[in-house]
T-cell receptor, first 112, second 112 residues
């Protein structure tokens, strides 16, 4: 089973920041938080991941709370093309435990 | 670098037939994982291959099998197809024990 809890859906106005929350209260010390998104019927796209520090790349920022029990993915200026299902995944680092366990994700709708 | 490629992109089969799907990972990636996505069950892990060895396996019947070649290309086979095998089959590759997986566009299989 997925170790994360996400809202089923969210709306965001185009040009505004989209803040997608994720709860992972049972995360262990050697587990990372990963974010992927899936635009309708395409393969999931990797966005960002982190262990305990906040991370930023060209797509998004990831804010992880100090106790690591929750995180927020931030899309700074959402566009219509950011409409997708966003998956927050907790995953053990490395070794043979290589599979991603997907939950139902958050369907983000960016509206003009 | 070219991304993960999957062939064919679409496939129609009838019950009882078998099917083989192909995945070419990103150049230099040694790990290939397969996932099945259906509307009812979501994204589920099938198996992972690393250096031609199956390293991890999900909870699917033995009708689902796979292999990896020395050039890291991978194939998955489903024998005795059932209607419930209709799904989007996704392949993901990663460099090795480094954990970020990058997905291909998927093969959409329809079983009639």
């Amino acid at each position: 089973d997925a170790k994360t809890t996400q809202p089923t859906s969210m709306d965001c106005a185009e040009g505004r920041a989209a803040n997608l929350p994720c709860n992972h209260s049972t995360i262990s010390g050697n587990e990372y938080v990963y974010w992927y998104r899936q635009i309708h019927s395409q393969g999931p796209q990797y966005i960002i991941h982190g262990l305990k520090n906040n991370e930023t790349n060209e797509m998004a920022s990831l804010i992880i709370t100090e106790d690591r029990k929750s995180s927020t993915l931030i899309l700074p200026h959402a566009t219509l093309r950011d409409t997708a299902v966003y998956y927050c995944i907790v995953k053990y680092y490395g070794g043979s435990q290589g599979n991603l366990i997907f939950g139902k994700g958050t369907k983000l709708s960016v509206k003009p | 670098k070219a991304g993960v490629t999957q062939t064919p992109r679409y496939l129609i089969k009838t019950r009882g037939q078998q099917v083989t799907l192909s995945c070419s990972p990103i150049s230099g990636h040694r790990s290939v994982s397969w996932y099945q996505q259906t509307p009812g069950q979501g994204l589920q892990f099938l198996f992972e291959y690393f250096s031609e060895t199956q390293r991890n396996k999900g909870n699917f019947p033995g009708r689902f099998s796979g292999r990896q070649f020395s050039n890291s290309r991978s194939e998955m086979n489903v024998s005795t197809l059932e209607l419930g095998d209709s799904a989007l089959y996704l392949c993901a590759s990663s460099p090795g024990d480094e954990e970020t997986q990058y997905f291909g566009p998927g093969t959409r299989l329809l079983v009639l």
